[in-house]
């Protein structure tokens, strides 16, 4: 059997932006490190959007930027300045050919199209078992999630699960300059649901029909919905150019408990999702850094995570969608009537003071989240 270093099982966000931050950080050379992923990673198979103030270090593969959005609902509609944030957009298939340029001229780094099947934490090395082959490693890096929690779970679980279109319609429908957060005027059903636009022209357009809940739906209750959406913009003639479909898992359960000391979760199955809105692209940029100065100087990964106060807010957030998930849209419009988008995207960057939580918080229906922290408690 082969031997690396370091063995990422999966190479999606995570692993990817891992592989690429020991890279640039030039302190690896010497370790030989193995990819492995059934899929080549080339494919435009997902969109990122995330919020950052001034320029960032991924501006080069950045696609659109925006300065001002819509958060709107049956009752109001709020067009909000961001300054001095701007909320970026990436192709995934961009962001694959990026890193992957980078990684492809690394003698030291291997990827290889096999599925991981099994892997195990033995006294000697970490034994990777694919369908074909075998492979040890010192240690490894894994981001194949696993949507089963235990039944014994006290943590629940929701999907943000999507379809999304690329659309071109032949007149002007969009405004190419302001992001839709969400438009809760869509029929909720009992659920959290709402359209996500994301606008390149005034013809053209990422149109995401989004739900916080627990089961998926049909392929065509979403697609329905899209179409809906874009006659009720008085666009009956449009072209579908490329569509994207995800679910995202939303959870606080703490799946680094299950790190070993040459074993790591990573990405979703290490809980790098932000739990309360399944932004994925900011937080796997954080912690992916965050993990490489931990390398440099830690060898037990039972000692990377620490649990702070927003996983609380998480928990209790997710609490309440999952008892009673209707009551998202009215959450998330009391949320951004009420407050500063600056201040919530601080928020939600986990980048608050506790002075500053609280505006946040009071900011949203208080009865609701009173009793989800009671029962927490007691």
């Known amino acids: 059997m082969k031997h690396f270093h370091y063995i990422f099982a999966g190479s999606g966000l995570s692993a990817l932006m891992t592989v690429y931050r020991m890279v640039v950080s030039g302190k690896f050379t010497d370790k030989s490190i193995l990819l492995i992923d059934p899929d080549t990673k080339e494919s435009n ?67 290889i199209q096999q599925r991981v099947t099994d892997f195990t934490d033995t006294p000697q090395h970490v ?52 992001a839709t957060f969400m438009d809760f005027s869509v029929p909720q059903k009992g659920n ?20 916080f809940s627990h089961d998926l739906l049909q392929t ?19 072209e579908v150019i ?40 900011k937080n796997t940029s954080k912690k992916s850094q965050k993990l490489i100065a931990f390398l440099e100087n830690e060898t037990d990964f039972t000692k990377f995570h620490k649990k702070n106060r927003f996983w609380l807010y998480d928990l209790l957030l997710l609490d309440i969608l999952y008892k009673k998930n209707e009551k998202g849209s009215t959450i998330f ?22 002075s500053e939580d609280l505006k946040v918080i009071w900011a949203c229906p208080k009865s609701l989240f009173i009793k989800a922290l009671g029962k927490r408690l007691f």
């Not at 958060?71 to 944030?85: E, G, S």
């Not at 996500?196 to 739900?211: I, N, Q, R, W």
């Open 333 to 354: 419009s009391a949320m951004f009537r009420n407050a500063m988008p600056q201040l919530i995207f601080k928020f939600l960057d986990e980048e608050t003071t506790i």
């Open 127 to 178: 034994l990777v078992k694919t369908e074909t082959e075998s492979y040890t490693c010192n240690k490894l890096f894994n981001s194949i999630y696993n949507p089963t929690l235990p039944a014994e779970s006290r943590y629940p679980l929701l999907q943000q699960h999507f379809i999304g279109w690329f659309v071109k319609t032949k007149k002007p429908v969009f405004n190419a300059d302001t």
């Open 192 to 211: 959290t649901r709402f359209m996500y636009v994301m606008p390149v022209s005034e013809t053209e357009a990422l149109v995401e029909y989004t739900l």
């Open 220 to 238: 065509q209750e979403y697609e329905s919905a899209i179409h809906q959406y874009l006659e009720n913009l008085d666009s009956n003639d449009y």
């Open 242 to 281: 490329e569509k994207e479909r995800g679910s995202i898992p939303m959870t606080c359960y703490p799946f680094w408990e299950n790190n070993t000391k040459n074993i790591i979760n990573i990405g979703s199955a290490g809980g790098w999702t932000k739990a309360s809105t399944g932004y994925t692209f």
């Open 45 to 111: 198979d997902r969109t990122w959007c995330f919020w950052e103030t001034e320029s960032g270090e991924w501006d080069n593969i950045v696609s659109k930027h925006w300065d001002s959005a819509f958060f709107i609902n049956t009752a109001f509609t709020k067009k909000m300045i961001l300054a001095p944030y701007h909320y970026k957009m990436i192709k995934g298939a961009d962001f694959y050919s990026h890193i992957k340029s980078v990684i492809s001229k690394q003698a030291n780094i291997t990827f």
